[in-house]
């Protein structure tokens, strides 16, 4: 579905990832795993457009999109929900979410779709017609992803969804994201927290210094010392295997959707 | 009572021109959260447009409207593209006003060109005579006026607040990187904004070309008027714009009938001023409320540029002082004299604007306000009570500082805009005021006979004296503040410009701060302004006019920002140039907005910055430390 080879990209000419090559399935859950400053965003930025790319190629469906705009990008199905939510803070929840429709598409209609983020989360329903700048945290990012959703998206680009996220909301989130896969909808996860992400993903590549450093199936990674080491903050992989598998269902259980 | 109402009708008329005007403003204003200073100047190329294509083709004035309209827009689709657009996206909000005012600049020296400096007027849409109504005159261009108004204003409300599209300019200002993610084409957007108030612009130029005549920088004051009146009605809302004029053309038309019309310009300044300050988004503003000046903090300025540590300090200061001996005596006579003496007076004041802008992050488009009443101060108090210069200088100075002092209480919790068109309704209120105060001021033709600068008994009555004068001013004034700036006061100043907010958190006291840099500023001003009639024994409205405070602007931007001794390089090219290419002197006005427009865009730290950048280049090893990468707006 994505298909990226070679690709650099940065800011002012100067490139922050370099030479960086990955794929996503159709259905499938791709996290991107690395620190703070390792690229994560830019590569996400120049996956939709909003930075351009350097160097290298990318392919969505077949075809090559490196040189489209970002609103071609889009129209395609490629859609990226920002770090930092970026809600339009002045505008209404209901309004963002009509913006998120902005490129038409045949099938439902806008009001069709907003019912349906609705129903996903209600919480949105009771504050539609307020500003979105007085929303939570938490209701800015369901907001944030709901409006990546609005314009019905083949790949989503989330990028750092659970960042500042109290804890509980942040399982909330990925549970979501675990079932928005079961929809048929692909999805490159960029996060810091490697543990959650692994657990709901199928595949992850590590990116360290704007390369990548690591790649896989999730289930290994998560086995692997260097990742536990680095991103799950523990000295030895010493966790049983099942706690982090469960977690998902774990999650499920907790944050049942109708 | 009749002639009550025919004021208030006329007012009224004032009024649908400010609201038309305004319009424009709040159109780009909701697509791309900047201020377009050159909206003005669009009015006046559609209507000297439609004058010359009228009198080349014999058309009806509406046709030929039409035609001046087009080609309006087709010139604004090319300045667009080309500057307005590509500027958004590498400039903070406050450069933006630069930009834009050296846009305005810019297209009034090419208007200068081509149309040369005479008035002219356009035909009425139909006929020049008024209607009656009962007792009342009505002039049928009026109703015009009132009828274009408020289909345009009402269409752009529609089309804001009704359609995707409308939407989607919505978001663009809002956050123009999510907006792209969306699917929204933003620079698009911000093209067509742009490109559209400039023919809503257009459209009022040709409807106002019979009611008033025009030349080539009439601009400016539809600019002010019209973004006083957008002010007043609440920023970015059409319908808001229509209220404000109507409001402002009724007032200013009322206190000019019964009270002067200098008194008219004033009250429109002290209205701007009270909007501000009581209800920062408009009288008439909907949907939820919002603060201009808080959304200077989301882009970053970039830090000026420092030469580092100076190993040669005193070698180049020897160098200097070796210079300013010799200098005088190289070029004795001959206009290059009078050109570099104007230039060390100028220069004072070009600093204390550095201050103000390079260093608190300010904009001021009013400097030349205050060497107006500098220099009308000291002259006035010298004709006429026969006072020494000296202490006319410090009197002028006294009520320059006492002027900031009021324009910053009134301001000081403002930021980025609203400061910056507050010193540009203060720099119009002094020209007006230079102007019509015949009594004090002489009126157009200016004060005659202004005795040479003497201390002490000691005139500074030949070149060679003015030469040391203004050299020696100019020096003492870069020597203490190149001082000041690397103590504790300039350190916080620059806190301020970098992030005021942190600076605030950190104890520095952001309003005193502020003020103090104004008031810096405003002194500076003064004193050169003093300097600048006792030089030329003569002083006129134009020569400290608002054309002044812009030029300075592009000496300061040019020479570069924030250096203190950049601005030298800045004020010598705008001053030199053109007494050493006299045939050009037409070309000034166009050339200074040229610059200034393209230091803005792609060379902020001015010609200072390019010289240092070669300075490091040439040190053997990297002495000085690295230049700070400026992060602009990374998403």
């Known amino acids: 579905m994505l298909d990226v080879s070679g690709l650099s990209a940065g800011y002012d000419g100067r490139a922050v990832i370099h030479d960086l090559s990955l794929t996503v399935e159709q259905g499938e859950i791709v996290a991107l795993l690395g620190a703070n400053g390792a690229g994560k965003s830019t590569l996400a930025c120049a996956l939709s457009g909003l930075l351009p790319a350097l160097a290298g190629s990318i392919r969505f469906q077949g075809a090559a999109i490196e040189r489209a705009s970002p609103a071609a990008r889009v129209s395609a199905g490629l859609v990226h929900v920002p770090e930092g939510r970026q809600v339009f803070a002045g505008l209404t929840v209901a309004q963002n979410l009509e913006l998120g429709a902005y490129v038409e598409r045949p099938g439902s209609t806008t009001s069709a779709r907003m019912e349906t983020m609705f129903d996903r989360f209600p919480v949105l329903r009771q504050r539609s017609g307020s500003v979105a700048g007085n929303l939570s945290g938490g209701q800015q990012q369901m907001l944030a992803i709901s409006r990546g959703l609005m314009s019905g998206p083949k790949l989503l680009i989330l990028d750092e969804p659970s960042l500042g996220l109290a804890p509980t909301l942040v399982a909330e989130v990925f549970a979501m994201i675990a079932e928005l896969r079961g929809q048929g909808l692909s999805i490159l996860l960029s996060e810091q927290n490697a543990r959650m992400s692994l657990a709901i993903a199928d595949r992850a590549y590590v990116l360290e210094n704007g390369r990548i450093t690591l790649s896989g199936p999730a289930a290994d990674l998560i086995r692997s010392s260097e990742i536990a080491k680095r991103y799950l903050g523990l000295g030895a992989p010493d966790r049983t295997e099942e706690s982090d598998c469960d977690l998902v269902a774990r999650l499920r259980a907790a944050f049942a959707w109708s | ?635």
């Not at chain 2, 010359?52 to 087009?70: F, K, N």
């Not at chain 2, 020897?318 to 005596?329: N, R």
């Not at chain 2, 103090?516 to 600048?532: E, Q, T, V």
């Open chain 2, 1 to 635: 009572m009749l002639q009550l109402v025919q004021y208030v009708l006329g007012g009224l008329l004032q009024g649908a021109i400010f609201g038309l005007l305004a319009v424009g403003f709040s159109l780009i204003y909701r697509v791309t959260s900047a201020i377009n200073l050159a909206q003005g100047a669009f009015c006046i190329l559609g209507a000297l447009l439609t004058g010359s294509i009228q009198d080349a083709l014999g058309l009806h004035v509406m046709l030929a409207g039409v035609l001046g309209v087009a080609a309006t827009a087709l010139i604004a689709l090319l300045v667009g593209a080309a500057i307005f657009v590509p500027g958004l996206s590498r400039l903070p909000t406050s450069a933006m006003f630069i930009l834009t005012a050296g846009l305005l600049t810019f297209l009034e020296g090419a208007s200068l060109v081509a149309w040369g400096s005479q008035s002219y007027t356009l035909d009425a849409f139909s006929g020049e005579r008024p209607l009656r109504l009962g007792g009342l005159l009505v002039p049928t261009q009026g109703l015009w006026l009132l009828g274009i108004a408020l289909a345009i204003n009402t269409g752009v409300a529609l089309v804001l607040s009704r359609t995707r599209m409308g939407r989607a300019f919505q978001a663009c200002a809002e956050n123009p990187m999510a907006a792209s993610l969306m699917g929204i084409g933003v620079g698009r957007m911000q093209l067509l904004s742009f490109v559209a108030a400039a023919a809503i612009g257009a459209v009022a130029g040709v409807a106002i070309g019979p009611v008033t005549s025009f030349q080539f920088d009439t601009g400016r004051m539809y600019t002010t008027f019209g973004f006083i009146a957008a002010v007043i009605g609440g920023m970015g809302s059409p319908l808001g714009a229509i209220a404000g004029g109507l409001c402002l053309g009724v007032a200013t038309q009322l206190a000019a009938a019964y009270v002067s019309s200098l008194f008219s310009n004033a009250l429109a300044l002290v209205l701007l001023l009270a909007v501000l300050l009581w209800r920062p988004s408009g009288l008439f503003a909907s949907g939820p409320a919002r603060r201009q000046d808080v959304r200077e903090e989301k882009r970053v300025n970039r830090p000026p540029v420092r030469l580092g540590a100076q190993p040669g300090g005193i070698l180049a200061a020897l160098a200097a002082v070796l210079l300013l001996g010799v200098l005088p005596w190289w070029m004795r006579s001959g206009g290059l004299m009078s050109s570099v003496i104007i230039t060390a007076i100028l220069f004072v004041s070009v600093i204390g604007l550095d201050v103000l802008m390079g260093f608190t992050g300010q904009v001021s488009l009013g400097q030349a306000g205050f060497m107006a009443i500098g220099g009308y101060t000291a002259s006035v108090l010298a004709l006429q009570y026969d006072v020494p210069p000296l202490l006319g200088t410090l009197c002028g100075l006294v009520l320059s500082v006492a002027c900031a002092v009021v324009l910053a209480l009134g301001t000081v919790r403002l930021r980025g805009i609203y400061l910056a068109i507050a010193t540009l309704a203060f720099s119009l209120l002094v020209d007006s005021l230079t102007v019509g105060l015949e009594g004090v001021t002489g009126g157009p033709s200016g004060l005659v006979g202004i005795p040479s600068f003497s201390i002490a008994g000691f005139v500074f009555d030949t070149p060679l004296r003015n030469f040391y004068l203004a050299a020696g001013v100019a020096a003492v004034v870069l020597v203490l503040l190149t001082g000041g700036m690397r103590g504790a006061f300039g350190r916080a100043l620059q806190a301020i410009r970098a992030d005021p907010l942190a600076a605030a958190a950190l104890g520095v006291r952001v309003g005193r701060y502020r003020m103090a840099a104004f008031c810096i500023s405003a002194a500076l001003g003064s004193i050169s302004g003093s300097l600048y009639a006792f030089y030329f024994h003569f002083l006129s409205p134009e020569m400290v006019g608002t054309q002044i405070s812009l030029q300075m602007l592009a000496m300061l931007v040019v020479g570069g920002e924030g250096t203190l001794f950049g601005p030298l390089f800045g004020v010598a090219i705008l001053t030199l140039l053109p007494t050493a290419f006299q045939p050009l002197a037409q070309f000034k006005t166009m050339g200074a907005g040229l610059l200034l427009v393209l230091f803005s865009m792609y060379l902020p730290s001015g010609i200072f910055g390019l010289l240092a950048r070669m300075v490091r280049l040439l040190r053997p090893r990297g002495y000085a430390p690295a230049p700070v990468a400026a992060n602009g707006s990374a998403p």
